[in-house]
């Protein structure tokens, strides 16, 4: 049997933040990666930034970003679904994290243009997730962290809500072995279980067989449903997540933030019906993408299709894989596979409802629908000038909600209500405390980085009792 002070499920920013920090408190650590080492990290190798609160622009960030103001967006997207206390911590807490990943090696680059906009609020990654990933893995070996990858954490020993060991089972060159490994705390910080389509159709049935995940394929909610029935509280609907309409042609796994498509507010978005179903400019992209997953999710068979003109094709970040293209609508939608009628039905009904003023899709402009069910609140404008654009969409998953009930100390909360003396979560695991539904751009590192650096001076504090 093999012994550490602290064993960390995961290999993520969460895991890695919670692996310094315990490291940094004196601890001999261990890692357990699912994936193979060349496809370590999680969800975080697709990401580009982490949102972050701050006083005033400073290096790569453009201007102010206060907390109240970050609080303010997220209770928008969350419509209040939220832990206030957890959630304001977590945002006062964003402005250090800056300096922490500085310290441990990774760098930071203005933003991308585009239709996010996040040059103000999000911090965004020299290289991207995978840079900051490497910086993060280099900062750990240095330290002396130990990790294991094609590992997985079959079972863990609980007595009395205390964390006594657990069994790991290695991927060794083509065979199973298993290994006891202790330790005197443990962290979870595996991510959701989103790439788990069984689990995924308890939640929404025969609908989740047509979900795309965006990210890791080893995200299969193991650790967390061993804490559940461990008992550990549980946070969160099974039927909320980050979910964003991406391609529909993207693949099955690992399609990433390449896949997203940023289309829909420069046009309509139809069901497959040839109908829309919900404004598509109601609010500024940050602030919307990450519903869209969830409106195609209900639509029937799952899929939508963004429908812009010659207008709007140079209006965003170019498209991953090249649009469906025609010079008329009718042609376009039976590329879609789409009734024509259907489609200029609704395109004309759009177009005679259209007001337009002063397009500009920076500011809530004055360019909007009158009389029609659902409107277009901004940036309407007829979708008249041919060659017309489609892209069919489908529900790009990245991370579920329901996870494990935490505290300030990101320690995790047992069904008593009392905290585990040495069981702490960090990452997409416990994101549900903080995100109840909807997101913001950013955020999910964000919590990452907090609670991650959190859970790892709690458990380097067990070591020292």
């Known amino acids: 049997m093999e012994s550490f002070d602290v064993l960390i499920a995961g290999g993520g920013n969460a895991a890695l933040c919670a692996a310094l920090a315990a ?45 109240e103001e970050y609080w303010q967006d997220l209770l928008r997207v969350t419509g209040g679904q939220t832990d206030e206390a957890l959630a304001r911590f977590t945002l006062e807490r964003s402005n250090s994290l800056w300096d922490l990943l500085w310290g441990y090696g ?41 990790v294991y990858y094609d590992a997985k954490v079959v079972a863990l020993e609980i007595e009395h809500d205390r964390f006594r060991a657990a069994e790991i089972a290695f991927d060794w060159q083509g065979r199973v072995q298993h290994r006891r ?27 989740a067989d047509n979900f795309l995940i965006r990210g890791t394929p080893y995200n299969r909610g193991e650790v967390l449903r061993m804490l559940l029935d461990a008992g550990a509280q549980a946070v969160g609907d099974p039927t909320q997540c980050h979910a964003v309409a991406i391609d529909g042609r993207a693949p099955r796994y ?57 207008k709007s094709i140079d209006s965003f970040m170019p498209s991953v894989f090249p649009p469906e293209t025609d010079d008329s609508l009718a042609g376009l939608a039976r590329r879609l596979g789409l009734d024509p009628a259907a489609v200029e039905r609704s395109v004309a009904a759009f177009n005679a409802a259209c007001r337009v003023g002063s397009f ?70 416990m994101a549900g405390n903080v995100l109840g539904k909807g997101y913001l751009a950013g955020i999910g590192m964000t919590i990452g980085g907090v609670f991650g650096d959190l859970a790892g001076r709690g458990a380097a504090q067990v070591l020292h009792g």
């Open 23 to 67: 490291a940094d408190g004196g601890a001999r650590v261990c890692i357990v990666e699912a994936a193979p080492r060349d496809w370590r990290g999680g969800n975080t190798r697709h990401t580009r930034n982490m949102r972050v609160a701050h006083e005033a622009a400073h290096g790569t960030l453009s201007g102010p970003y206060p907390v």
């Open 106 to 146: 990774v760098r930071f680059q203005p933003s991308l243009g585009g239709t996010l906009s996040l040059g103000r609020t999000n911090a965004f990654f020299l290289g991207g997730g995978r840079s900051m990933l490497n910086a993060l893995y280099r900062a750990a070996d240095d330290r002396g962290v130990v």
């Open 181 to 207: 490994v202790a330790a005197r705390s443990f962290i979870a910080a595996a991510g959701g279980f989103e790439s788990n389509f069984d689990w995924l159709r308890e939640a929404w049935g025969p609908a």
């Open 254 to 310: 690992d399609g990433g933030i390449v896949t997203r498509l940023d289309s829909v507010p420069f046009g309509i978005v139809l069901n497959r019906d040839g109908e829309r179903f919900y404004d598509e400019g109601e609010d500024f992209w940050p602030k919307r993408y990450a519903i869209w997953g969830r409106l195609v999710a209900a639509q029937p068979d799952q899929i939508g299709f963004s429908i812009i003109d010659a």
């Open 360 to 429: 500009d899709h920076t500011i809530h402009d004055d360019c909007h629908t009158e009389g029609l069910v659902p409107p277009k609140s901004h940036w309407a404008r007829p979708i008249d000038t041919p060659p017309f654009y489609g892209y069919s969409l489908r529900p790009g998953i990245t991370f579920t909600y329901l996870g494990v009930r935490v505290d300030v100390a990101a320690r995790i909360l047992m069904g008593d209500g009392a905290a585990s003396p040495n069981m702490f979560a960090a990452g997409e695991i």
